[in-house]
């Protein structure tokens, strides 16, 4: 039989409490704010009232507990499977068998893999579970025979205990804050425009959003933001969340409604990578390389968020921010360099730099109806305007002819195809490479009848022939020094009756679908 845990005089000699008393540790039930679980796991009913009498009043850190009682290993074993926040466990060693409290730390530690709970092992029969051997075996952080388990040894364990696992939710939420820095920075290099990516921004800062004890980051919660960014009077808001959605692309001076928080932003004094609380929430503020300043608004507690995590996090976002616009000015030169070449080529052979412009933007509805994503379409669609670059090695006598060519002559300018390929195909940059193949097979027709190798079907690659559909029905509706533009309609029947011959039937169905949306873009790019 288990010795009883019962109290006697000398067990309330609490002097040992007094200095934590002194600095506020001890807190009245009106200043508990929350609790820590505590799971008493004992098959004597009293020890659970003395135990819970004990330590009613106890606080730490201006928590109190929040008791849980259990009296088998089974039912233990239980409660654990249903609850993943357990702070400490009183747990007797003998309960419908000999060793059921053993069998509890073997299930909590290897079975559930929570090294968290912090277990208090108290026994009334030390034979059946000798200290050496079960402190050495066992993953535990205190062994109490129940005699020994007075007043003050339940109150210093408990505190042993709580700081204990205190010290590891502040590594373990450290741990996960460090994983989504690592998860959240990675992500923003994914994105293809700044609106793309100051939305990642504001919805990864929006998850540094810690609830009551929780160790875990708050995903998909709704919350009310937006990011603003230059000064105040040439600035816009770029994207927001909530109720400030309707306000995106709006100066923040002029919008009437938000006035006070305008007037609040201009009296505060930013510093770099700073967080100010403004109104009724807080503002991150950086400043990037290029000058672009950036201010993060979000409503909401700022003491509800682990700031220090934020800022590492702001630190390699400011870095992100810097790459990106770096790599934004490169993207947009080589577009405007690519585009320039595909206008040049165009004007060569006498056909209007607005040909390339409708093609391109032709061939991109085509990849959208495909479901090409919006940075392959992109690729493409600037890739598209390289078409017809092997013209570049064509003479001006073929190219410029205004009768019908001859057969020699017909031949000669095929090769373009193949020239246009070889000048692109070892390019480093992924968007030539695309363009050689664009270049080299978007005169192959659909049932093998094209050319420079008579490709069939689907060995003809897709993105030659979306483009071969936009520039073959842009060049009929348009003048040629050879012939005059067809009429809209009259093109339009055109493509119908050549698929599955020259058109991929497929496409050929997809481009009927869209065929106002293209007869807008023939209207608004004319020659």
Same mark, same amino acid.
């Given at each position: 039989?288990?010795? $009883?845990?019962?109290?006697?005089?000398?067990?309330?000699?609490?002097?040992?409490?007094?200095?934590?008393?002194? %600095?506020?540790?001890?807190?009245?039930?009106? #200043?508990?704010?929350?609790?820590?679980?505590?799971?008493?796991?004992?098959?004597?009913?009293?020890?659970?009232?003395?135990?819970?009498?004990?330590?009613?009043?106890?606080?730490?850190?201006?928590?109190?507990?929040?008791?849980?009682?259990?009296?088998?290993?089974?039912?233990?074993? $239980?409660?654990?499977?249903?609850?993943?926040?357990?702070?400490?466990?009183?747990?007797?060693?003998?309960?419908?068998?000999?060793?059921?409290?053993?069998?509890?730390?073997?299930?909590?530690?290897?079975?559930?893999?929570?090294?968290?709970?912090?277990?208090?092992?108290?026994? &009334?029969?030390?034979?059946?579970?000798?200290?050496?051997?079960?402190?050495?075996?066992?993953?535990?952080?205190?062994?109490?025979?129940?005699?020994?388990?007075?007043?003050?040894?339940?109150?210093?364990?408990?505190?042993?205990?709580?700081?204990?696992?205190?010290?590891?939710?502040?590594?373990?939420?450290?741990?996960?804050?460090?994983?989504? %820095?690592?998860?959240?920075?990675? #992500?923003?290099?994914?994105?293809?425009?700044?609106?793309?990516?100051?939305?990642?921004?504001?919805?990864?800062?929006?998850?540094?959003?810690?609830?009551?004890?929780?160790? %875990?980051?708050?995903?998909?919660?709704?919350?009310?933001?937006?990011?603003?960014?230059?000064?105040?009077?040439?600035?816009?808001?770029?994207?927001?969340?909530?109720?400030?959605?309707?306000?995106?692309?709006?100066?923040?001076?002029?919008?009437?409604?938000?006035?006070?928080?305008?007037?609040?932003?201009?009296?505060?004094?930013? #510093?770099?990578?700073?967080?100010?609380?403004?109104?009724?929430?807080?503002?991150?503020?950086?400043?990037?390389?290029?000058?672009?300043?950036?201010?993060?608004?979000?409503?909401?507690?700022?003491?509800?968020?682990?700031?220090?995590?934020?800022?590492?996090?702001?630190?390699?976002?400011?870095?992100?921010?810097?790459?990106?616009?770096?790599?934004?000015?490169?993207?947009?030169?080589?577009? $405007?360099?690519?585009?320039?070449?595909?206008?040049?080529?165009?004007?060569?052979?006498?056909?209007?730099?607005?040909?390339?412009?409708?093609?391109?933007?032709?061939?991109?509805?085509?990849?959208? &109806?495909?479901?090409?994503?919006?940075?392959?379409?992109?690729?493409? $669609?600037?890739?598209?305007?390289?078409?017809?670059?092997?013209?570049?090695?064509?003479?001006?006598?073929?190219?410029?002819?205004?009768?019908?060519?001859?057969?020699? #002559?017909?031949?000669?300018?095929?090769?373009?195809?193949?020239? &246009?390929?070889?000048?692109?195909?070892?390019?480093?940059?992924?968007?030539?490479?695309?363009?050689? %193949?664009?270049?080299?097979?978007?005169?192959?027709?659909?049932? &093998?009848?094209?050319?420079?190798?008579?490709?069939?079907?689907?060995?003809?690659?897709?993105?030659?022939?979306?483009?071969?559909?936009?520039?073959?029905?842009?060049?009929?509706?348009?003048?040629?020094?050879?012939?005059?533009?067809?009429?809209?309609?009259?093109?339009?029947?055109?493509?119908?009756?050549?698929?599955?011959?020259?058109?991929?039937?497929?496409?050929?169905?997809?481009?009927?679908?869209?065929?106002?949306?293209?007869?807008?873009?023939?209207?608004?790019?004319?020659?």
């Amino acid at each position: 039989m288990d010795e $009883k845990f019962s109290l006697n005089e000398e067990h309330f000699n609490l002097d040992f409490l007094v200095d934590d008393i002194a %600095i506020g540790e001890k807190q009245s039930k009106k #200043e508990k704010c929350e609790s820590y679980k505590i799971l008493i796991a004992d098959d004597d009913e009293e020890v659970h009232s003395i135990t819970k009498m004990v330590l009613k009043d106890f606080t730490f850190e201006k928590k109190g507990l929040h008791f849980i009682d259990s009296y088998s290993g089974e039912e233990t074993k $239980k409660f654990f499977m249903e609850n993943d926040d357990i702070a400490v466990i009183f747990l007797d060693v003998v309960m419908e068998k000999n060793n059921a409290g053993l069998e509890v730390v073997d299930f909590i530690r290897n079975e559930m893999n929570n090294h968290f709970t912090r277990i208090i092992l108290r026994t &009334g029969q030390p034979g059946e579970a000798p200290e050496e051997k079960v402190i050495f075996e066992y993953d535990i952080n205190d062994y109490r025979l129940k005699t020994d388990m007075t007043v003050q040894r339940t109150y210093t364990s408990m505190y042993e205990a709580l700081r204990s696992f205190r010290d590891l939710m502040k590594i373990e939420k450290n741990r996960l804050g460090l994983k989504k %820095i690592i998860e959240a920075s990675s #992500e923003l290099f994914v994105h293809n425009d700044i609106e793309d990516f100051y939305i990642s921004i504001l919805n990864q800062l929006m998850n540094f959003n810690e609830e009551a004890s929780s160790i %875990i980051f708050m995903e998909n919660v709704k919350r009310n933001g937006f990011v603003y960014i230059n000064d105040f009077e040439q600035g816009k808001i770029v994207v927001a969340t909530g109720k400030y959605q309707e306000y995106t692309g709006l100066n923040l001076k002029r919008i009437p409604a938000l006035k006070p928080l305008y007037d609040d932003f201009k009296k505060t004094n930013f #510093e770099e990578s700073s967080v100010k609380k403004v109104k009724d929430g807080f503002v991150l503020y950086t400043e990037g390389r290029y000058g672009i300043k950036n201010f993060i608004y979000i409503e909401d507690n700022s003491e509800n968020y682990d700031l220090e995590l934020i800022k590492v996090f702001l630190s390699n976002y400011s870095l992100s921010l810097d790459n990106f616009q770096m790599n934004q000015k490169i993207l947009f030169t080589q577009k $405007k360099i690519i585009y320039t070449l595909g206008e040049i080529i165009e004007s060569r052979s006498k056909e209007t730099a607005n040909h390339v412009r409708r093609v391109s933007e032709i061939a991109d509805i085509l990849f959208r &109806g495909k479901g090409f994503s919006e940075s392959d379409r992109e690729m493409y $669609k600037i890739a598209s305007t390289l078409h017809d670059i092997g013209k570049i090695g064509i003479s001006d006598s073929i190219l410029l002819k205004p009768e019908k060519l001859s057969t020699e #002559e017909f031949e000669e300018i095929k090769n373009h195809t193949l020239i &246009g390929y070889k000048m692109l195909k070892d390019s480093d940059l992924e968007i030539l490479r695309e363009a050689a %193949i664009i270049a080299k097979s978007h005169h192959e027709k659909y049932d &093998g009848s094209g050319y420079p190798e008579g490709l069939k079907g689907d060995d003809i690659p897709i993105e030659a022939r979306i483009v071969s559909i936009a520039d073959v029905f842009d060049a009929i509706t348009h003048k040629r020094c050879y012939k005059d533009a067809w009429d809209f309609d009259e093109a339009y029947e055109y493509m119908l009756l050549k698929s599955g011959m020259e058109f991929d039937p497929e496409l050929i169905d997809l481009f009927k679908d869209e065929i106002d949306e293209i007869r807008e873009i023939i209207q608004k790019i004319p020659d």
